[in-house]
């Protein structure tokens, strides 16, 4: 197996890719050529199809594995394909686990260590609503386990969700223990719960994209309403703490601009916040310095806004 991030300018390629996107567009004289996305479990690359009437061009959709050839080339300092031949592959022909990226740490252990904090959590109403979310449903903890926390910006991977969400509650526990004014119950559990909506806005791997219900109304509108309908099955759970769960769900992206219906009017929002943002923006990072194997500046990356470079 070629994995993407092995390619280099000038090769030669004969493999089999996932088809991620695929396009018809347009040349400047007006001639179809196919814009293609091809992915392995290692990363991604831009193809073209410049001759959609080749003999050696076979129909193809989003979500097939393609055994495809030609030559890899740089066009903008980014590497892309250039196929001259493509056609569906047989199922034997690829192993399904090259193409799913998957966390660097053991899902099981995370859970486990989810499965604490859980359980240190002394409000009775809030430990109900953990339990009825991490040991009661089966399918929410299979899609949480499994599912990335985002497309392509950071922890865009098998186990990201769960490996995003426990890291963001160790920031949390470590934000209650420094400030005595935070409620750490209600930070830990908006902590676990806050992404709690990609489970249902992306689909599973390979594939990997938004859903239709994810398209419609986000993560952060779907993850408020299971909460709530989680919270209608609890007796006598206190309409104040629901208000407030509910904030830090709805506001844990920080701004208006940023996708939030409401910004952080308590501490244990404006926390989950920081926190959230912390972890997006330091595993955006660790994923661009890995992509490049140089101890100087990487170059820019926009979800940064900036050039980076490695310091160890």
């Known amino acids: 197996m070629r994995y ?4 280099k300018d000038g090769e030669r390629i004969s ?29 991604q690359i831009d193809t073209k199809i410049w001759d959609l009437n080749s003999g050696g061009i076979q129909e193809f959709e989003v979500g097939d594995f393609v055994d495809v050839s030609g030559q890899i080339s740089s066009y903008n300092g980014s590497l892309q394909f250039k196929v001259e031949r493509i056609r569906v592959a047989n199922e034997d022909e690829y192993v399904i686990s090259d193409y799913v990226p998957s966390s660097r740490y053991d899902v099981e252990d995370m859970f486990k260590e989810l499965l604490g904090f859980v359980d240190s959590v002394k409000n009775e109403y809030l ?9 009661k449903d089966e399918n929410f903890v299979k899609a949480f386990k499994n599912t990335s926390a985002a497309k392509t910006v950071h922890h865009g991977f098998t186990g990201g969700l769960l490996e995003h969400s426990l890291s963001v ?8 223990a420094n400030y005595d004014y935070l409620n750490r119950d209600l ?8 992404d709690a909506g990609k489970t249902k806005e992306l689909s599973e791997f390979p594939k990997n994209d938004y859903t239709d219900e994810g398209n419609f109304l986000g993560h952060i509108v779907i993850g408020y309403e299971m909460v709530m309908d989680k919270i209608k099955t609890i007796e006598g759970f206190p309409e104040m703490l629901k208000l407030e769960i509910g ?34 923006k330091l595993e955006t990072l660790r994923e661009a310095l890995d992509a490049k194997d140089t101890n100087d500046w990487i170059g ?10 490695r310091t160890i």
């Open 247 to 280: 904030h830090c769900i709805l506001s844990h992206h920080g701004e208006l601009e940023y996708g939030s219906p409401k910004k952080p009017s308590i501490a244990e929002a404006i926390a989950l916040s920081m926190a959230d943002n912390i972890d997006a």
């Open 169 to 176: 509650t160790r920031l949390c526990d470590k934000m209650a």
């Open 127 to 135: 430990k109900q609503l953990l339990d009825s979310f991490f040991r």
């Open 15 to 43: 493999e089999v890719y996932y088809v991620k996107q695929k396009q018809i567009a347009l040349t400047r004289t007006n001639k179809e050529y196919g814009n293609v996305i091809l992915a392995d479990k290692t990363g």
């Open 187 to 194: 930070l830990i559990s908006a902590a676990m719960l806050h």
């Open 4 to 7: 993407i991030e092995t390619l």
């Open 300 to 309: 820019f990356n926009r979800w940064l806004d900036a050039n980076v470079r």
